[in-house]
């Protein structure tokens, strides 16, 4: 079906080669068009609850029928993508913000300017309002000065602590720099002993080392993302307070398949700090045992010098460009933009709300653990918008891992780390320097 | 002559269409996909695919990260074929023995493995490495060996993964030698009895002649599925610690799957198809050679 609808500035040759990778098979799941039903793609849980939201939407809206297609998270961006490959994308979609850059640059979203501004007549009043959102989650969204999704919930780190252990070390507060953070680990160290640690920082995730140098305040990558910027001197400083945690014993020098339950360890004692998301919120009330619930605590995550910034995080609901359906798409948007239905959202997933009026809610408000994503979330910043980030990330986890191993020496390490994001974004570079001298021809 | 020709290649010829269109095709479009830089910004946009020639190629055999799966990879066909085959051959050994009792039980319990999601498996091994409460280290340390980290320390990393997959797999071949034991001879064994033969005469003389050329069926069947080590380290270990997990088949499918470099992946793909490849020819070369003598 989706195979006779190509377009002609589509040559078929690519759906051979996407059949040569076996990828093509993917791509015909999404042969399934549903007749004149909106088709909405959403992820894990979020794609469970959403039969719930889409009650009272079809009440209001009884001339738009929505189906809605689960995907497990981890299938999802290939799906996205052999959905493209096979001209197969639904109407809108949940998507990763991170996601964003790498559709934007396929081309397969709808900017969404204009529909936001009102100025596009049919949508009948939108209630999405930019100054509501939380700022660093909103630029998120923002690709090259255009919007290409509206954040539909958000996802930050911050520290999650034992308040017991940090009592018994002498301190009564949550740090809020990283000199009273180094020196609050220092002290837990003192209490718990050799054989436990003060924080944990797994060997296998780049998002703590990210977090933190989201703080220095300097572009992760330079020249409009061409090339690393991690022998700047900002990225110098988190690696280096990043690498002494190890080397003063404070971290463990593990990976979290080793710790096999972080939920267990927390609750022994082996680490005090973990730097983690807003789920975890759920899965510390549900695992820890009842004498511990009230030893824990959430704290905006410290920095160089007084309250540090974090990852802005978090799922956007997107439109692709080939949905005919548009103004119905966008109406599904609105609605679950409203503060109120968001704030349903939040009941039904425990998903935190990305704009400031759905937070004025009373259940939300008396949530202790999570307020201090609140205060976090006016401190949030994007990860460089490249379609290359994240594997430019995981690089810089292998490069930090090997130096925790003794493979490579710390002095070596940012120019190793530029060495390889420099690699990796090499055809970008020939991409970008390509337009542009396209366009100084034109 | 000419009809009968004809019917030959009508007979065969569903099985050559079907081999062309699943085989050859994509085969000889991966080999063409391997000399490009094929990848996201050309699956956006058609022009922005090169021909790279051998780039791929030169761009592998540059990275350390390829010749470190390459090597892990070889550590892992080296210790786990061995031990693997070792395995099987010994409990199918003992299954055939007729002074084993309740065969069929044992035959299905070390049979289970195999039938067992790996999934399910590994979430189980993880805790039987633990460093401090794994099984495996509590039994080390009733001989007095202190604690290893199987699946954080680089060099014991991969070793864990091979106890992991012998404990999996032994059980498949367990069952293809135990029906070729079972297709020995009974009289053979009785003329060599009868001629003064002992029990370790008994085995090395006409078991394991007996069972040579299956032995070398699954010599080459299990070589080929180790030199493809994927599923383990993917559920256990993501490759690291410090990439000491990363195999050639789990390179390939981070390059090609997770990155969408599929151009680099495929080049992936054909040096492990070349070195399998050759490897199996060497393997039946010196068994025929073995044969012969």
């Known amino acids: 079906m989706a195979a006779e609808s190509a377009r002609p500035d589509m040559p078929w040759t690519r759906r051979a080669w996407l059949g040569a990778a076996g990828a093509a098979t993917l791509g015909a799941a999404g042969c399934a068009r549903a007749d004149g039903r909106l088709r909405f793609w959403a992820m894990g849980r979020e794609g469970e609850v959403l039969a719930e939201l889409l009650r009272d939407f079809e009440r209001e809206r009884p001339d738009i029928r929505v189906q809605v297609e689960q995907l497990p998270w981890s299938a999802a961006h290939e799906k996205l993508l052999t959905a493209f490959a096979g001209d197969a994308t639904p109407d809108l979609a949940q998507m990763g913000n991170t996601w964003l850059p790498e559709m934007v640059a396929l081309g397969a979203l709808e900017p969404l300017d204009a529909l936001v501004s009102g100025a596009d007549g049919g949508s009948g009043g939108t209630s999405i309002d930019a100054q509501d959102y939380f700022g660093g989650i909103w630029d998120t969204n923002l690709i090259d000065g255009r919007l290409y999704g509206v954040p539909w919930y958000v996802d930050t780190r911050l520290l999650f602590y034992r308040r017991d252990l940090l009592t018994r070390a002498g301190f009564e507060a949550p740090p809020q720099d990283w000199p009273q953070w180094l020196q609050m680990m220092q002290g837990i160290k003192r209490v718990v002993g050799p054989d436990k640690f003060a924080v944990l920082l797994p060997l296998n995730e780049y998002d703590p080392l990210v977090a933190l140098s989201l703080q220095q305040g300097e572009p992760l990558l330079r020249d409009g993302g061409r090339y690393g910027n991690f022998r700047g001197a900002g990225f110098r400083r988190t690696l280096d307070f990043y690498l002494s945690l190890y080397q003063q014993r404070l971290a463990p020098p593990a990976s979290s398949n080793e710790i096999a339950n972080v939920w267990n360890e927390f609750a022994r004692g082996y680490f005090s700090f973990y730097i983690t998301g807003p789920w975890n919120i759920g899965e510390f009330r549900r695992r820890l045992p009842a004498e511990l619930q009230g030893a824990w605590a959430t704290a905006p995550l410290p920095g160089p010098a007084g309250p540090g910034a974090s990852i802005a995080g978090g799922s956007s609901l997107a439109l692709f460009a080939k949905s005919r359906r548009k103004q119905d798409a966008w109406a599904l948007v609105s609605y679950l933009s409203r503060p109120a239905v968001q704030q349903r959202f939040r009941e039904l997933t425990g998903n935190l709300p990305p704009r400031r009026a759905a937070w004025e809610d009373a259940a939300l408000k008396a949530d202790v653990h999570s307020q201090a994503f609140r205060d976090q979330l006016e401190r949030v910043r994007a990860v460089p918008k490249v379609p290359e980030w994240e594997r430019i990330a995981t690089e810089l986890r292998v490069v930090l891992e090997q130096v925790i191993h003794g493979k490579l020496r710390a002095a070596e390490t940012p120019s190793e780390m530029d060495r390889r994001a420099d690699l990796i974004l090499a055809k970008r570079r020939w991409m970008l320097d390509r337009t542009s001298t396209r366009r100084a021809a034109a | ?293």
């Open chain 2, 1 to 293: 002559m000419k009809k009968r020709q004809l019917a030959g290649w009508m007979f065969a010829g569903p099985a050559l269409i079907a081999i062309a269109v699943f085989f050859v095709v994509p085969v000889a479009a991966a080999l063409l996909m391997s000399l490009t830089d094929f990848d996201i910004y050309a699956l956006a946009d058609l022009r922005n695919l090169r021909f790279v020639g051998l780039d791929n190629y030169t761009a592998l055999l540059a990275n350390a990260l390829f010749w470190q799966a390459l090597w892990n990879t070889v550590i892992f066909v080296v210790l786990g074929v061995p031990l693997s085959i070792a395995a099987s051959l010994g409990t199918a050994l003992l299954l055939h023995s007729k002074f084993t009792r309740w065969q069929g039980f044992f035959r299905t319990a070390l049979f289970a493995p195999v039938v067992t999601t790996l999934v399910a498996v590994a979430v189980v091994w993880r805790y039987l490495f633990h460093t401090r409460y794994g099984l495996l280290n509590h039994a080390l340390g009733a001989f007095g060996v202190s604690p290893i980290d199987w699946l954080g320390d680089p060099a014991w990393a991969m070793p864990a993964i091979v106890v992991l997959s012998v404990w999996k797999n032994f059980g498949y071949n367990m069952v293809i030698l135990l029906a070729a034991l079972q297709a020995i001879p009974e009289d053979l064994y009785e003329a060599a009895r009868l001629d003064g033969a002992r029990r370790w005469a008994l085995l090395r003389h006409i078991t394991l002649p007996g069972l040579a050329p299956m032995l070398l069926v699954v010599g080459i069947l299990t070589m080929a599925g180790h030199f493809q080590l994927f599923a383990e380290p993917y559920v256990m270990t993501q490759g690291g610690p410090a990439q000491r997990t990363v195999t050639v088949l789990y390179l390939m499918y981070e390059e090609g799957f997770k990155w969408w470099s599929l151009g680099s992946a495929s080049a992936v793909a054909f040096i492990l198809f070349v070195i399998m490849f050759a490897i199996t020819l060497l393997q039946l070369h010196v068994s025929r050679r073995a044969g012969t003598t």
